[in-house]
């Protein structure tokens, strides 16, 4: 029998900085394995036809495969589709830089597409962590990333393996990493996490602009601690639920009264946007979403 609702945490053990996706008809999460940073040396994949059973696909890319890499700190993986192709950007680990690897199949295996790092400079101070990549509505892709409390970003060229222009400084207000866009209309909302992620000032907030290169200027705060349930949201991602007007938002967060840094839980929330075009506040609940099948391609 089919689960009425994904319940929180959606993934079983400790994930963290999951980015949701819909490809070829089935929901995929791609996050951080949380661990201490010497066992962080894979990305998994987990995808569900309905946002409410997941399965673990296997490990999408290994640092044994990625020898440039420091073999540790395995974070926060971006995934985007572009003809055909699902290309992956991923920290390094703590150092080296962002990689790229490449797939023909959203579940992997992902390839090192460059065997180097596409990333490497910490440009107007931004550590190279982090990357998201978001495709707009034309088909052009762009590249956001940043720690040390920096964010730049940059245009991705049509092979998606290498910058085409400019890298921009465009750090918001508060912001220190997770760096994450969507499109709402003709808006770009651009999202990041405050605080610190290991404790409870961990926190998600957002900008809007008319352009993917911004201006952003911070607005508010919309996710981060619901009392008696969690605190320490954050580094989270957001999708359209396709045929809806409806969102998903895929964030980590942690179990009140655990201080092991590393502990950290993937779960999902549904929103809409306000109807002066800002976002709400995103409560956290231990009931997570309803089901929501995908049935095209």
Known sequence: MAKITSGNPVLPGWYADPELHAFQGRYYIYPTYSAPFEEQTFFEVWSSSDLTDWTRDGVGLDFV??????????????????????????????????????????????????????????????QPIDAHAFVDDDGKAYLYWGGWRKAVMAPLSD???????????????????GPFMVRDGERYVFMWSEGNWTDSTYRVAYAISDSP?????????????????????????????????????????????????????????????????????????????????????
């Open 213 to 297: 290169f911004g201006p952003f200027n911070r607005v508010d705060s919309i996710l981060g601690i619901e009392p008696g349930i969690a605190d320490g949201a954050g580094h989270h991602s957001v999708m359209r639920l396709p045929g809806t007007d409806e969102y998903v938002i895929c964030y980590h967060r942690r179990i009140l009264g655990d201080t092991n840094p590393h502990h950290r839980v993937t779960c999902l929330e549904r929103f809409r946007f306000n109807v002066d075009g800002t976002m709400p506040q995103i409560g956290l609940t231990n009931t997570g979403v309803s089901a929501h099948p995908l049935f095209t391609k």
């Open 159 to 177: 092979d998606m393996t290498s910058l085409s222009g400019e890298i921009t400084e465009i750090t918001p207000e508060n912001y220190v990493e």
């Open 65 to 126: 495969d990625v020898p440039w890499s420091t073999h540790r700190a395995a974070w926060a993986p971006s995934v985007a589709e572009k003809n055909g192709k699902y290309y992956m950007y991923f920290s390094a680990g703590d150092g080296a830089g962002i990689g790229v690897a490449v797939s023909d199949h959203p579940s992997g295996p992902f390839v090192d597409a460059l065997g180097k790092p596409l990333i490497v400079d910490y440009h107007h101070g931004a």
